[in-house]
């Protein structure tokens, strides 16, 4: 059974910064794109970050251009998200995703794209 678990949600201010980590297991998504999205409340989910397979591109929403890094280890099966300069609007459930594919290609902005999920893991940011 293949499982993504988010961790290093939390609250924090505005300026702060956060690390996000997903933790994939059931099989390896060493050879499989991988991505963060978020969802805020009354808000549609939307693209944050993706890294292809073998981690030579990395994709940005413009919102989080220059604030956000993503980053992965395919030998611990796992991508982080860098989160600095954290703003009000960053407040969000951030999810983790990746690819079923092997050697991904396709639109890493779409969600379509990927077909396993993390639950979720809660990011707000004060004023």
């Known amino acids: 059974q293949v499982q993504l678990v988010e961790s290093g949600g939390g609250l924090v201010q505005a300026g702060d910064s956060l690390r996000l980590s997903c933790t994939a297991s059931g099989r390896t998504f060493r050879r499989s794109a991988m991505g963060w999205f978020r969802q805020a409340p009354g808000k549609e989910r939307e693209f944050v970050a993706a890294?292809?397979?073998?981690?030579?591109?990395?994709y940005y929403a413009d919102s989080v251009k220059g604030r956000f890094s993503i980053s992965r280890d395919s030998a611990k099966n796992m991508v982080y998200l860098q989160m600095n300069s954290l703003k009000p609007e960053d407040t969000a459930v951030y999810y983790c995703?990746?690819?079923?594919?092997?050697?991904?290609?396709?639109?890493?902005?779409?969600?379509?794209?990927?077909?396993?999920w993390g639950q979720g893991t809660q990011v707000t940011v004060s004023s």
């Open positions: 890294i292809s397979w073998n981690v030579d591109r990395t």
């Open positions: 995703a990746a690819d079923h594919s092997i050697y991904s290609s396709g639109n890493y902005y779409a969600a379509g794209m990927y077909d396993y």
